[in-house]
Nanobody, 125 residues
Framework: QVPLMESGGGLVQAGDSLRLSCAASERSFSLYVMGWFRQAPGKEREFVAAISWNGGSTDYADSVKGRFTISRDNAKNTVYLQMNSMKPEDTAVYYC??????????????????WGQGTPVTVSS
């Protein structure tokens, strides 16, 4: 088990920024690919961003590329999602997830082994 806890969600206006954090209570945190997903009401959970074990490889959904940045601090067992120029369509519950394959990014929810409880993000127009 890799307990994950997201924080940082909230209500912002279009164009604002928000930073999400995900803390892992796991010494082997650095061995996991970490990902962020989101799920809007009535929609399926979708990929947002992923980062390899050492941060050397990242990837993003086209809808957030250039606006969102994923990063990690293995010394703090924490992964971040910096969200800039936010849009109303970014409104969703955001989840962090851990994948027990440190070198290969995952893009589908079923590729991840552990999940946080989610943090809601609302962007008003």
């Amino acid at each position: 088990q890799v307990p994950l806890m997201e924080s940082g969600g909230g209500l912002v206006q279009a164009g604002d920024s928000l930073r999400l954090s995900c803390a892992a209570s796991e010494r082997s945190f650095s061995l996991y690919v970490m990902g962020w997903f989101r799920q809007a009401p009535g929609k399926e959970r979708e990929f947002v961003a992923a980062i390899s074990w050492n941060g050397g490889s990242t990837d993003y959904a086209d809808s957030v590329k250039g606006r969102f940045t994923i990063s990690r601090d293995n010394a703090k067992n924490t992964v971040y999602l910096q969200m800039n120029s936010m849009k109303p369509e970014d409104t969703a519950v955001y989840y962090c997830a851990a994948r027990s394959r440190p070198y290969i990014l995952g893009y589908s929810p079923h590729e991840y082994n552990y999940w946080g409880q989610g943090t809601p993000v609302t962007v008003s127009s």
